[in-house]
T-cell receptor
Framework: DQQVKQNSPSLSVQEGRISILNCDYT??????FLWYKKYPAEGPTFLIS?????DKNEDGRFTVFLNKSAKHLSLHIVPSQPGDSAVYFC???????????FGKGTRLSVIA | GAVVSQHPSRVICKSGTSVKIECRSL??????MFWYRQFPKQSLMLMAT?????????EQGVEKDKFLINHASLTLSTLTVTSAHPEDSSFYIC????????????FGQGTRLTVV
């Protein structure tokens, strides 16, 4: 049973437009949500996070939105750049020093 | 930000041999580290939680005798794949969380293991 779901395996967006990556979760006990970017044969790189007490967090071109009632979060990248092309993983965390639970990832391709 | 270093990045070994992968937290102490495995085009699957000074906690379906984890110090955890077989070929990644910095986990560079 997957606790974190990314239902879109891939997404293509034109350079300069907005990229929206979605993530759903089932465990209402999660209190922290994170987005990671991953290139092939490399470890994930942390992008942005949001606490469950917030509904929006912004960092430059990246904004994460959290809808707790819908158990849904999304990552917005605007404007999208070719260098953003990678696999994006959504992850969720319980309180304490617990492992992150990852979605299956969404491959973003930004076309010039 | 915190840095986690993983070594080696790539290893090819013969079937039946053992391979050791090291994971180090370079600028913080990690009482807990996590080992993940990623199959092609799939998510990161947690294999085990490595606890400094005590036994690792393995996820269901992960053979503890095959994947030996040792967390001898606050900055080093090792994963040894024993008697490796071709089906063990995968991408292994470690991570650690520096609770003094934030809640995000920092990942090593990953190790591509190929068993021939």
């Amino acid at each position: 049973d997957q606790q974190v779901k990314q239902n879109s395996p891939s997404l293509s967006v034109q350079e300069g437009r907005i990229s929206i990556l979605n993530c759903d979760y089932t465990n209402s006990m999660f209190d922290y949500f994170l987005w990671y970017k991953k290139y092939p044969a490399e470890g994930p790189t942390f992008l942005i996070s949001i606490s469950s007490i917030k509904d929006k967090n912004e960092d430059g071109r990246f904004t994460v939105f959290l809808n707790k009632s819908a158990k849904h979060l999304s990552l917005h990248i605007v404007p999208s750049q070719p260098g953003d092309s990678a696999v994006y993983f959504c992850a969720a965390s319980l309180s304490g020093n617990t492992p992150l639970v990852f979605g299956k990832g969404t491959r973003l391709s930004v076309i010039a | 930000g915190a840095v986690v270093s993983q070594h080696p990045s790539r290893v090819i070994c013969k079937s039946g041999t053992s391979v050791k992968i090291e994971c180090r937290s370079l600028d913080f102490q990690a009482t807990t580290m996590f080992w993940y495995r990623q199959f092609p085009k799939q998510s990161l699957m947690l294999m085990a939680t490595s606890n400094e000074g005590s036994k690792a906690t393995y996820e269901q379906g992960v053979e503890k005798d095959k994947f030996l984890i040792n967390h001898a110090s606050l900055t080093l955890s090792t994963l040894t794949v024993t008697s490796a077989h071709p089906e063990d070929s995968s991408f292994y990644i470690c991570s650690a969380r520096d609770r003094s910095v934030g809640t995000e986990a920092f990942f090593g560079q990953g190790t591509r293991l190929t068993v021939v």
